[in-house]
């Protein structure tokens, strides 16, 4: 018996740098890990605490999601977001971590061999691999309102992971305009939404984005790096209410359920905003660090206004060729290859180490 629907996928790329990694290991000082986007802060006490309170639940939870979860999710959207008017009982879901939704998103809405996918020119790669699960086609376009032909997704990051690069809210009501002209679901990753830096990303979710409807659009949110909560794999989808209950129905029968203890984690999560404000303080302390020692050690930081990681060009070497020398100094970082083939000089530098680690790779790069 075979099966083979990993072939389906595209090459898993973390696999590539396992010699890097080793090298890196061997440092006098032990190896300075910026290749995964993976929080290593504490999770907030207050989120300890919610799920520790509601950890006796012995039911089924069901896939809509509590209530207290889906309206913490609401409010959390007006208040940091000013995306309003969002009704908690019909265009909110709850998920399994977002990276799960925008795997499965074509597969739940029955996106199949023949249909084409849209996905960002330099992203990361779960887009294409959710449209390839299902046969469909996926096409990188720097712009979608610029593709000719039938679509039945198009995706949209900001900001985007890895480049940093924050839309402005001109080219989304741009792409939104375009969305609803050509029937295209607009699907759009915010998980970094209070990272940004230089700017302020905007949700396509804002009134004066979607002029206050919701047809054709989904925003994906996450607390997986705004609450250091990547092990609970907790997060939300929001947007047309059609759409949202066809991934209820789908997922009912899925049976894809957020447990109870991790939804009463991410109401309390979602309802308090200062240990959001401390952790993006702590970004921002290790973001300036690296970005001064990269430029001192001959990188080019581009884009880079919002998000978790820097995107560095190297203006002679290759990125190969520079990770092989990062790893002398014991660091670890991911090609801008894993993003787009045509990456060859970036790297991306995550922000997601401790401090000391962040202190001790700018030591190293600095002359």
């Avoid at 449209?131 to 679509?151: F, H, K």
Wanted: net charge negative.
């Amino acid at each position: 018996m075979i099966f083979e629907t990993s072939k389906r996928l595209p090459d898993f790329p973390w696999d590539k740098l396992a010699p890097y990694k080793q090298k890196a290991a061997e440092h006098p000082d032990g190896i300075v890990d910026l290749s995964v986007g993976s929080p290593v802060d504490p999770v907030p006490a207050l989120v300890q605490k919610a799920l520790a309170d509601a950890a006796n639940a012995p039911a089924y939870p069901t896939t809509l999601g509590t209530a207290s979860a889906r309206q913490s999710a609401v409010d959390w959207l007006a208040r940091r977001l000013d995306v309003v008017d969002v009704d908690p009982k019909s265009a909110v879901l709850p998920v399994i971590g977002t990276k799960e939704l925008i795997m499965m998103l074509p597969t739940l809405l029955g996106v199949g061999a023949g249909d084409t996918v849209l996905i960002p020119d330099l992203a990361y790669p779960t887009y294409e691999a959710g449209a390839a699960l299902t046969r469909a086609t996926s096409v990188p376009v720097t712009d979608p309102t610029a593709y000719d032909g039938p679509v039945r997704i198009a995706y949209l990051n900001s900001p985007r992971n890895p480049s940093g690069e924050i839309t402005s809210a001109d080219d989304l009501r741009r792409a939104v305009e375009w969305a609803r002209a050509n029937d295209v679901l607009l699907v759009s990753d915010e998980c970094y939404a209070e990272f940004g830096w230089d700017e302020k990303p905007v949700s396509v979710l804002h009134p004066s984005v979607c002029g206050g409807s919701f047809d054709n659009l989904l925003a994906v949110h996450s607390l997986s790096k705004r609450s250091n909560l990547a092990g609970y794999r907790g997060g939300f989808v929001v947007g047309d209410e059609t759409v949202v209950a066809e991934l209820l129905a789908v997922r009912k029968h899925a049976g894809l359920m957020v447990p109870s203890p991790i939804q009463a984690a991410m109401a309390a999560a979602f309802a308090d905003d200062v240990h959001v404000d401390e952790q993006r303080e702590r970004y921002l302390r290790r973001r300036t660090l690296l970005r001064d020692a990269l430029t001192a050690a001959g990188w080019n930081i581009t884009l880079s206004n919002g998000g978790l990681y820097l995107w560095a060009d190297h203006p002679t070497d290759e990125a190969y060729t520079q990770l092989g020398t990062l790893a002398e100094y014991g660091i670890l970082a991911a090609p801008g290859t894993f993003y787009n083939p045509g990456a060859t000089h970036h790297i991306r530098v995550a922000l997601t180490a401790t401090d000391e680690r962040i202190e001790a790779a700018a030591k190293r790069l600095t002359p």
